[in-house]
Every structure is written in C-alpha cells, then in structure tokens.
C-alpha cells in the first residue's frame, strides 16, 4: 500500500486564492520531505526541502512567499500556494523516506482558472 | 553540482522487443544512487530500478537491467520483451550516498517517453 499520502488530488480554484497540500508519511516518521513541481511533458523539478521542526531550504528561483511549506510533525509536511495565479497550475508531488527508496506521493494536479 | 541529461526525449519499441533507454550524469562524488522511475500517464512515480555506485555489478530487476559504466558516467535502461504496459515516460535520477536531510533529494534527467507499438 501507498506510504506516503498526498491530498488534495486535484484542485479547481479561482485566481487569488490559497491553496493548501499535504504530504504525510503513514507507517514511518520523516525528518526530511521533498516538494517537486511538474509542467506537462517535463521533469520533476526540486522546489524545496521541508525539515521538521525547522525552516525549509528553497531552491534557487523558487519564490519562498508564494510556496509556504510546514513540517510541524514527523509525518506531515504542507505546501501553501498562496494568491495562486494561472501560472502556479502544475503538478505538485512531495516524496518522503528514511533512506532510500524515496516514495512519492500521488501528486496533486492544481488548476487556477 | 550534480547533472543528469537524457538525450532522447522519445522512443518507441514493437511489443516483444527489446528498448535501450540511454542516461549520462555528472558528479564529483564517488558515492551515489542512480534510479530509473517510470511515470505513466496517471502521473505515479514508480521505482523500476537502483543502483548503487559502489557495486560493479549491475543491477536487474525481471526484464529490467542496467548498464552502469561508472567511469563513462552512463546508466541506461534496457528493457526486455517489451510490453504495452511499459509505455510511459522514463526518468533517470540521480541520489547523493551522503545519509540525512536535503542530501536525500533526487535529481531528475529530462525524460524519455517510451511508446511500445503492438
């Protein structure tokens, strides 16, 4: 079965709102999660990392005030788009493990109209 | 930094053949994990293959193997007796061996998206 959890699966949402991911890890605790970004036909791009208890590191180009990542527990990080534009719709897909391999989440589509 | 580049955005294999998928990287660690991952059109990562640096030898997985020349900096993917069910996009990646934290992070090549004709 999955291990680790991504909700929502899809979201429909108006420009300027906020929308909220989750990632949680359901038989293992993770230290250390992974946002990637995904547009059609493209890779899997790193966005951040999310460390519990701590900030999260972004990566060059990505925008720290517009993706709002929380890691208040060992199972669950969070990715925030906030004010989403049409240009944040994408494929969003965390990963979490201790070691490897890395399991992924089913990604979240997110569309804004 | 660490680089992987996969040079043929698509290919395509007859059902029953075999298909060579191809990957180059760059690193200056001695150490590391490289991956295939098989995405289908459901968008699902899926683990096909690893294959740690340290071993010579290379790694199969049913009709899955590699072809990991660690001094050439290759890792191709060699598909046996294809099936429809492999068409998707393949992605090569590339893990750092150091243990912990944002060293877990997996970096992707480009992609290659198979198409298997019946």
């Known amino acids: 079965g999955a291990v680790v959890s991504q909700h929502p699966s899809w979201v429909i949402c108006k420009s300027g709102t906020s929308v909220k991911i989750e990632c949680r890890s359901l038989d293992f605790q993770a230290t250390t999660m992974f946002w990637y970004r995904q547009f059609p036909k493209q890779s899997l791009m790193l966005m951040a990392t999310s460390n519990e208890g701590s900030k999260a590191t972004y990566e060059q180009g990505v925008e720290k005030d517009k993706f709002l990542i929380n890691h208040a527990s060992l199972t669950l990080s969070t990715l925030t788009v906030t004010s989403a534009h049409p240009e944040d719709s994408s494929f969003y897909i965390c990963?979490?493990?201790?070691?490897?391999?890395?399991?992924f989440g089913d990604g979240t589509r997110l569309s804004i109209l | 930094a660490q680089t992987v580049t996969q040079s043929q955005p698509e290919m395509s294999v007859q059902e029953a053949e075999t298909v060579t998928l191809s990957c180059t990287y760059d690193?200056?660690?001695?150490?590391?994990?490289l991956f295939w991952y098989k995405q289908p059109p459901s968008r699902q990562m899926i683990l096909v293959i690893r294959?740690?640096?340290?071993?010579?030898q290379n790694a199969t997985e049913n009709r899955f193997s590699v072809n990991f020349q660690k001094a050439a900096k290759s890792f191709s993917l060699k598909i046996s007796d294809s099936r429809l069910g492999d068409a998707a996009m393949y992605f090569c990646a590339y893990r750092s061996y150091l243990y912990g934290g944002a060293t877990n992070k997996l970096i992707f090549g480009t992609g290659t998206l198979l198409a298997v004709q019946p």
């Open positions: 690193t200056s660690e001695s150490d590391y994990y």
């Open positions: 294959q740690e640096a340290y071993k010579q």
């Open positions: 990963s979490a493990g201790v070691g490897q391999p890395q399991h």
